[in-house]
């Protein structure tokens, strides 16, 4: 047996279980390039938004501020569509086909933005990516979920992220050299090889045990684990879950234990769309051309980017090691210096200049003035990179917290029964929270200017330090019984090194 293959169970050399992981790393690479898309599609606005509100952009073409208030945030109504439609058609039709389905909404989303001639094409090339982007954000983590072994579980869990963090920092790539509509054609690529490696992946055993295919789903699980795998133990595991599970009744939603985990996750997730991440991705462009940073907006975006993927790297690496609620809040934190620096920066403008000194020769003030514009074309360099310096460290610190635990959060604290439901409620939530603040942004912006939307996700943020405080338990450590007797008692609980023990506050 090969030394770097982990084991489902250590056993008895005589029945151990042998698991490859080639063909499972496969699947889930099939699977997430969907999340790719979905990356790639959210951020697409960015370099095309300034395009298109140029004095130069084609009349047919050109958007006023509400135009492009609905370009950037008509995406994120297509995602909440695109969610509550991938709920049903998961238990309809299974998980993989869920996934391959949404190629068909974003290849035509992506042909009707590339060959546009009117405006309504570019909206509703929008949409439809959106509802693709919606589709596979409440899709493939469950397939990937289902097809995993609990010693991968956790590190393929994080693979969706990740990957769209490559997807938009692509986006950013291609758009300093490729024009707007190639950006278009090139986003059909990823879901159409997506389509295409699906194809030949299996569905998930639980999906097929549930449907009464047992000989279909050991096949599948075989060929997930590999040939030499005994799927008899883990194929019963899957059958007596299936077998127990129950239906989420009304007299249970009144209960602690089912409406206090559904409180938490709601707010959690209202509360991580209102710090404004995702006007700040769709418009990142736009706001640091109106931010007078010295660099090139569109190289700044390319930073941003690849600082997002680092930071989404050290959350992954952190997660299991520093804690839940200290991630939360380190990130809270961050992203409240930072949105402050921006909200002071935004307010400030500079002082206009004085008049010129009296009585001064004219090289003694020739030399002053020249020594002036020089003091002041330093001050203005430095200065233009405020904002770029404190977006990144937002990105960074939502990256850290509020991004990716307000996922697993939700995944440890729902309760099983409670969990189709009550995640729903929270992906439409969260969509809807995104497309009213990412509408309302461009509005704010062109009659306050940043400084209000900087502002409101300053306030934001301290809510966040807040509830996190207040609300949120730590669940590091603790085992899935452990977290349903909290909410259930209302009791805290310490965790031992050999034991957990529940003792009351």
């Known amino acids: 047996m090969d030394e770097d293959t982990p084991l489902l169970n250590r056993r008895p050399a005589s029945s151990e279980s042998t698991i490859k992981n080639s063909k499972l790393f496969l699947a889930v690479f099939s699977a997430v390039l969907g999340n790719f898309n979905f990356g790639y599609s959210l951020v697409y606005s960015s370099p095309v938004l300034p395009v298109f509100t140029s004095p130069d952009a084609d009349p047919w073409l050109r958007m006023d501020t509400e135009h492009a208030a609905w370009f950037g945030s008509i995406y994120s109504l297509g995602a909440a569509a695109g969610g509550l439609g991938a709920m049903l058609l998961n238990d309809m039709i299974g998980r993989k086909l869920s996934i391959m389905m949404s190629a068909v909404p974003s290849t035509i989303g992506y042909m009707l933005m590339g060959g546009a001639v009117d405006l309504w094409m570019l909206h509703v090339g929008r949409f439809l990516t959106g509802v693709a982007g919606g589709m596979t954000a409440a899709s493939i983590p469950v397939y990937i979920s289902e097809i995993s072994h609990k010693g991968v579980r956790g590190a393929l869990g994080s693979c969706p992220q990740i990957t769209a963090v490559f997807g938009a920092l692509a986006l950013y790539a291609l758009g300093l050299v490729v024009p707007w509509r190639w950006l278009a054609v090139a986003g059909e690529v990823p879901a159409l090889v997506m389509v295409v490696l699906l194809v030949f992946m299996p569905s998930s055993p639980r999906r097929l045990l549930s449907l009464g295919r047992q000989q279909k789903a050991e096949e599948a699980l075989r060929w997930l684990r590999g040939s030499q795998y005994d799927t008899h133990i883990e194929l019963s595991a899957i059958q007596h879950s299936i077998n127990t599970q129950t239906k989420l009744t009304l007299s249970q939603l009144g209960t602690p234990n089912y409406y206090r985990p559904i409180i938490i996750s709601v707010v959690m997730r209202f509360l ?36 997002r993927l680092f930071s989404v790297a050290v959350a992954a690496s952190l997660m299991d090691k520093a804690g839940r609620k200290a991630l939360l809040y380190t990130s809270s934190m961050l992203m409240f210096v930072a949105s402050l620096t921006l909200t002071v920066n935004s307010h400030t403008t500079p002082c206009p200049p004085g008049p010129a000194p009296p009585n001064t020769t004219t090289l003694g003030y020739g030399l002053h003035h020249d020594i002036s514009n020089t003091l002041e074309a330093s001050h203005q360099s430095a200065a233009g990179l405020i904002p770029l310096i404190s977006t990144v460290v937002f990105i960074f610190g939502y990256a850290m917290g509020w991004g990716p635990i307000t996922w697993l959060l939700m995944s440890e604290v729902l309760p099983l029964v409670a969990r189709g439901v009550a995640s729903g409620l929270c992906v439409t939530v969260s969509w809807l929270t995104a497309f009213m603040l990412t509408h309302a942004f461009t509005h704010l912006v062109d009659r306050y200017g940043l400084f209000a939307p900087y502002l409101l996700f300053t306030v934001v943020c301290v809510l966040c330090l807040l509830f996190n405080a207040v609300c949120i338990p730590e669940t590091r450590g603790r085992s899935l019984e452990e977290i349903e007797n909290y909410f259930r008692t209302g009791r805290s609980f310490t965790i031992n090194r050999s034991y957990s023990t529940v003792q009351p506050s």
């Open 272 to 307: 991580q769309q209102m710090t404004g991440i995702t006007p700040i991705l769709v418009y990142l462009q736009s706001i640091f051309d109106q931010s007078k940073v010295s660099l090139e907006p569109r190289y700044d975006a390319a930073i941003v980017g690849v600082v």
